[in-house]
């Protein structure tokens, strides 16, 4: 008899929230609707019944005011949950992220490490178009003092949140929009999630994917169509982006001697970029073909179907890129 | 002894300023928060205040002149000591910003840049793993076709040619190359080496078997000497341009059982004594033929010594392996008969020949090679 | 023109007098170093505005949090802040109060609550709102006592703080000092409404004009309105009427402002105001204030020398403090 559950990602984003409020009574979460609306995915949905108005605060549309204030509160003993309703409103925020959050601890000299976390929803793919469709994962990976995860499975969206509630350090974790609804199983791994480590998803021998967030399962997709013609996939589920976990990669690497990145970022200064100057740093002996990314197109989201999926990484690019790989003839 | 008053750094980015204006005049009693000057910036005018109470001795520096930041602008009388924070010597204070404009004379012209013309290499593509693989089994990747995209040589092919049967055709798409692109010129001549014979004969009578000398090693080391002497033969032509080797590392040709050639380097082979030589080349022999020969072995040679002299031919003419420029042949080790003081007599005598990159050196330069070579064979006390 | 309060006594006036006095020193001497190169970057010096600093400090209690601005010198030394690792953090030495990694920008110190010394105008406030939110979800009667200037008062972060501490009643003093210049703009230039204390009103805040330059009145009206915070009562606006004596920061031509103006609220400054109303009252002789300022020299070069003597940081400890060093 096997000792899993099954859950939706959204159900283990909430349970985490209640455990982390069960466990702590310093937590409190606190962002737009998050209380009597139940939380704009419903992920807080009947929290505000539970736990009351003050450990479940609606805030006012003020993004600069409310992340402050939540640095503010870890500073003075409490640890929120901030949460953004999307990473698109994250950039009313950004001052008190970048030069509050996450420089107190250095320009203090260490006395004032600042234990917030920010939860935000981001990605694409379902015709909200160009300001509600922002991948910018890349933008807070970039800076130090930050730390930032992206789970993707059932197991990480279940486990994040109390590694990123111990960690003495501000914490960003990214909920890609599209996974709320994904059904699936809950194992004993999820009690063991830490916030570094990226996670082999798949094992294979002919080439190397390397993704996060939304697009993992874009990869899984794509793995399941090489496989069908003889090419066997291996995926490494990125889950942490500020560290990079150089070693994993570069492990795979070496087995495989292939690989492709993809990254729903645009594939300007993405973290694909990142990730391959880092193979070519560390792994270059071990390429047996240039080095491949799959990003979104250079354009704002646009709001038409068709339009969307094709400015996206999809399974058909991802396959197309590993093709590209072995020979000229795909 | 008076104290200096500097012009202070006002900002970060402040280097220097021009006094508009003294408030005061030598004589005048200052005390410390007065303003006694007028210094423009960039920013505009600024005050600049005095730290220290006295009199003023001397103005320094008159209105109207830039001067950089901690130059002393007047000399003041002061009752007791200078100030308890002296500036750091003119111009150069703590974070002190470099001017980013050149000083030279062409600060603020625009001189043209001289571009340097990109390689004429039509080299074949390899990924980095493929190369790191054929260095290790001593494959040449320049000759191998690929099958990765666009034509790129892989891992897999690499793999290929390093087994048995890729040799074969690894050699022969390596030499069609170097006779594609190498203007091979040939020479040859027959050397009497009966005086290096005799010294052999010699030696080897004195020392036990293990440290007896073989022809090749005098081969060897003459031919290193030799390259030493005459520049042209020991080096590499790449990307259009030949670059002689400081070092000499004689590759020499061992066949394979089962067919096959490679040739490994005797590393700094003019430095070592003979008997070492010979060591090493025995060395390198069996490995070679038990197939663990190291990469860097492979990788070495500035140029190739073959000699068939125990197939009994007369002469080799060999085909250069690039990027090399030049590869040494020697025949069977005969007697033959030879003119010696108007008499016929036989002797043991060896044809040397030289297979060399017109592109790099000619016919005449590759005789006085050959000729320096015999020279140096006949004469093994010098070796 | 204020009273003096009833209960004033000569111990008390030379306390505060002597408490200025340490900030004007201070201040001027860091003018003389930085223009020896001694301290770099941006240097924004509060002469004038001592009232303001020494006036808050006598009434926020050692629970209490503090958030500051670039111009925190004297917030700090009034805060508790011993000079010797204040000068020493201006001269980027390791023992400076931020380990040297700061600068004059950023001084903080955890043993006070005082939470910096923040570069982004506004950048503060969330702060000191969720500050005093753990303050009040903690069921303590600490407050978190807010600095800005009135250039701040522009800046989304002022609406939104105000907005967010009053509906969630949360015990912020918002402290603005109206110097009347944001760096080179006045404030009738930048500001449709210029009675700052006026827009508290917007957000249901209780608030009030203060004579900055009358230390007996600042910390009055602080001791008034940290009263009603502590209560429970919610944030109350403060806007300290004061000036400026120097420039913004040191490279400053101060194209903006007539010399004149700047004479004449020197005339009016905090340091002169209590003098006049100190020996007026008979409370004080002249020799008391230059035994103050003896004593506030002395101090000042005995962290002059501290810091100059004190070490850097070696290099190969740079990457550390970026994020929390756990020792577990």
New interface residues.
Partial sequence: MSDTVRMTYREAVKQSIREALDDDPRVFLMGEDVGKYGGCFAVSKGLLEEYGEERIRDTPLSESAFVGAGIGAALGGMRPIVEIMTVNFSLLALDQIVNNAATLCHMSGGQFPVPVVIRMATGAGRQLAAQHSHSLEAWYAHVPGLRVVEPATIDDARGVLRAALACPDPVIVFEPISLYNMDGELTAAASEVRLDGARIHRAGRDVTLVSYGASLWRCVAAAEELAAGGIEAEIVDLRSLRPLDDATILASLRRT?RVVIVDEGWRTGSLAAEIAMRIVEQG??????PIARVCTEEVPIPYPKHLEEAALPEPKRIVAAVR?????AQ | MPSEF?L???????DEGTIVEWHVAPGSRVKR?DVVAIVE?D????DV?I?EDGVVREIVVQPGTKVPV?TVLALLDTEGSP??????AAGR????TPSLAPAGEDAGGVHEVGLVPPPASSRVRV????R?RARELGVDVESLQG??????V??EDVEKAGQGGGMRAAIAAAMSRSKREIPHYYLSTAVDVTAATEWLAVHNASVPVTERLLFAALLVKALALTCRETPGFNGFHRDGRYEESPAVHVGVAVALRGGGLVAPALMDTADKPLARLMEEFRGLVSRARAGRLRASELAAPTIILTSLGDASVDAVFPIIQPPQVAIVGAGALAARPWVVDGQVVPRQVLTLSLGADHRVTDGRLGAQFLAKLAQRLVDPGSL | MNDLPDALTRERGLHLLGEMLRIRQFE?RC????????I???LHLCDGEEAIAVGVMQVLGSGDAVVSTYREHGHALARGIAMNPLMAELYGKRSGCSGGRGGSMHVFDAATRFYGGNAIVGGGLPLAVGLALAEKLQGTRNLAACFFGEGAVAEGEFHESMNLAALWKLPVLFMCENNLYAMGTALARSESQTDIQAKAAAYGVRAAAVDGMDVFAVEAAVRSAADHARAGRGPVLLEFRTYRLRAH???????YRDKAEVEEWRARGPLITLTTRLKAASLMIEDDFQRLQHAADDEV?AA??FAGNAEWEPVEDLARHVYAEVTS
């Fill in positions: 001697k270059f002996y071990d390429l047996d073909a590209g790989l072995f020979s000229d | 500097r202070p750094a006002l900002g970060a980015d402040m928060g910036t920013k505009g005018a600024i205040e730290f901690g100030p308890a924070a002296a500036p750091a204070g703590e974070g002190h990924s980095p793993a493929a790191k099958s990765g995209p666009g034509g790129a892989t891992l | 001027d003018a003389e170093l930085y223009g020896a190169g001694h770099r970057g941006f920061s040191m490279f400053d031509a101060q194209l070069r002059v020398e």
